[in-house]
Every structure is written in C-alpha cells, then in structure tokens.
C-alpha cells in the first residue's frame, strides 16, 4: 500500500516515520481504541481532492469515543480542518483513504477505560478496490455471530471489535468465498465483515435496522437517502431472515472501503439473475457521481481539500 509520508500525531503533523505508538499503550494492549475509514476522492476534471461526508465520518467518530469514555480537544470542524492540512501536505492527487484513530494513550498494565489519557491520530493511504470482485461476488453465511451491543457494541466503530470481523473474513475468504453476510444473537442479517448489507425483495430496498447490531455506515446512510430521493424505491430498515436472502432479486453491500459491492450468489444459490441487477448497478453509478462531485444536487457532502 501507497502510504502518506506525513501523519498527524500527538497534536501535529509529523513524518510517518516519527507517528509511533509504543507497545505499553493501552489502545495496543485492550483494543481500545475507536476509528473511522474516510475516503477523499480525486476528481480530474475539477483539479481537487473531495472528502467525502467528513462531518458524519467525525460524528461517528466522537460517538464511538463517547461510548468508550474517551475526550479529544477537537470537534468535527476541528478535525476537517487537519484532515485538509494532512492532505496538502501530500498533495494527493488519486483516490485516497483516511483512518483517524483515537486511543488510549497512556502506558502500562491493567485493563479499563477511565483515568487514562486519550490522543489521535490520523494517517492516508492510497486506495482502490478493496474487494477485487465487487460487480459479480459470492457470500456465504457466516459461522460467527455479529458482536451483540451488550458485548462490544457494535454502533461503534470499537477496533477491539475487529477481531469478529477478522474471523469472519478470513474464514469466509479461506473457505473460497469473497465475502461473508454476519448474523446476529437472534440468527437475522446483522451485515458484512466491514459492509452494511441491502437486498431488494419486491421491488423495495431492505436493510437491517441499527438494533439489529450494525454499524451505522455513512454509505449506508448516503444510499438510503439516494435510492429514495433520486430513484423513487422505497427502503424499508426492518430485521431479515436468512433464508429470505435467497429469495432476494437483488444483493448488495455498502461501505466506504468497498464502495458498493454486488453480490450475485449466496452459499451456491444465485440471487435473481445471477448477475448485478438494475437497481444496484444504478446506485453504483450514482454513488460514483456524487463522490466524485459531479452531482450539483449532494455537493453538500464533498468537502474540498
Ligand atoms: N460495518 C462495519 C463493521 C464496518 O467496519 C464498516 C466500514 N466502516 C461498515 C459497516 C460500513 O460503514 P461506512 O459506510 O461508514 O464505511
């Protein structure tokens, strides 16, 4: 991976060399730290960087460290504000992904969040697909279950929690599979490893409710407002079963690293067709036009850099 040369860290921006994080920190040991996955995307014909939804990126972000008693001296404008400075001072000129981190800075044994100091940082990387077969991909249910809220809650964007979707990624990518769909305690469709998930069934747009122990994704959040307000579908937040994914016409799944992924078999069964169908090859266009400025409607959600 294409990595910045500059980072932010410990309150400035600093070589990427020089942004170490010791191995006596806690965010290290515990896993408690909260993160947020941004993309800035490059568009050619404007000469500019656009960063896409940075506040809600950043709302998510201070909700995660509220969740995990965590304070850092900066807002969400605040943090736009270095993200911009972070990325001139690479002068990026590709699509880019942006991972702002906050953590439990201080050092030393024994687990807990309170009476420890907080810190963030940020670095960039370049970023195209993250899922090399985003147009025609092959799900499989997992044999894990999607970390519960009264577990570690699953509305934050908590790293210790990543060690879920580590399992179910690996096992689903090693057992053939481009990716998996995670269910929750109760056996409904919570999401993906790292993905929000969508299916249409007569002709609307279904998706788990955040009770059903999803990550409240901003691209989730975009396409539901798209599909809405520029394609007429109707979307319905409701709990989905298993088997109902079968007999889904469509399958897809939404996330800022993998964009929008259609997914065209489930455990071996096709999924209408057995190839992308319209609606998700529509919202893949559209979504590619909104991020990269080119629809004057949602300009409101690309902030320049
Ligand atoms: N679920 C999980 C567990 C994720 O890590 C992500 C990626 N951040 C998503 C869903 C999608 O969220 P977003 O659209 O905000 O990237």
Not at 97 to 110: E, H, N, S
């Given at each position: 991976m294409d990595l910045s040369k500059h980072a932010f860290f410990e309150g400035k921006?600093?070589?990427?060399?020089?942004?170490?994080?010791?191995?006596?920190?806690?965010?290290?040991?515990?896993?408690?730290?909260?993160?947020?996955?941004?993309?800035?995307?490059?568009?050619?014909?404007?000469?500019?960087?656009?960063?896409?939804?940075?506040?809600?990126?950043?709302?998510?972000?201070?909700?995660?460290?509220?969740?995990?008693?965590?304070?850092?001296?900066?807002?969400?404008?605040?943090?736009i504000d270095l993200t911009i400075e972070l990325?001139?001072?690479?002068?990026?000129?590709?699509?880019?992904?942006?991972?702002?981190?906050?953590?439990?800075?201080?050092?030393?044994?024994?687990?807990?969040?309170?009476?420890?100091?907080?810190?963030?940082?940020?670095?960039?990387?370049?970023?195209?697909?993250?899922?090399?077969?985003?147009?025609?991909?092959?799900?499989?249910?997992?044999?894990?279950?999607?970390?519960?809220?009264?577990v570690i809650p699953a509305r934050g964007k908590i790293s210790g929690a990543y060690a879920n979707s580590a399992l179910i990624k690996t096992d689903a990518n090693r057992a053939g599979f481009d990716e998996a769909i995670v269910l929750d305690q109760d056996g409904h469709v919570s999401e993906g490893s790292a993905m929000n998930f969508f299916m249409v069934r007569d002709g609307k747009l279904v998706t788990p409710p955040p009770t059903d122990n999803i990550l409240e994704g901003i691209t989730r959040r975009s396409i539901i407002e798209l599909a809405r307000e520029e394609l007429g579908v109707e979307v319905v937040e409701r709990s989905i079963d298993r088997s109902e994914v079968f007999l889904a016409e469509e399958v897809f799944m939404t996330g800022t690293a993998a964009q929008i992924v259609a997914a065209t078999r489930v455990d071996y069964r096709p999924i209408g067709g057995g190839v992308m169908g319209p609606l998700t090859a529509k919202l893949r266009a559209l979504f590619d036009d909104v991020v990269h400025a080119r629809h004057p409607k949602y300009l409101k959600w690309n902030v320049e850099a």
């Open positions: 921006i600093v070589p990427l060399a020089e942004a170490k994080i010791s191995v006596a920190a806690h965010g290290f040991m515990y896993g408690t730290t909260v993160f947020s996955g941004m993309r800035a995307y490059w568009s050619g014909e404007k000469e500019r960087l656009f960063i896409f939804r940075p506040y809600e990126h950043f709302r998510r972000l201070l909700d995660s460290a509220k969740i995990m008693s965590m304070s850092i001296p900066y807002d969400e404008r605040a943090l990325l001139r001072a690479d002068d990026w000129r590709e699509d880019v992904y942006l991972r702002p981190t906050i953590y439990k800075a201080d050092f030393g044994v024994g687990v807990r969040l309170h009476n420890l100091r907080d810190d963030f940082c940020m670095f960039v990387t370049a970023f195209d697909k993250y899922l090399a077969n985003d147009s025609d991909a092959h799900l499989t249910f997992s044999s894990w279950r999607r970390v519960d809220d009264n």
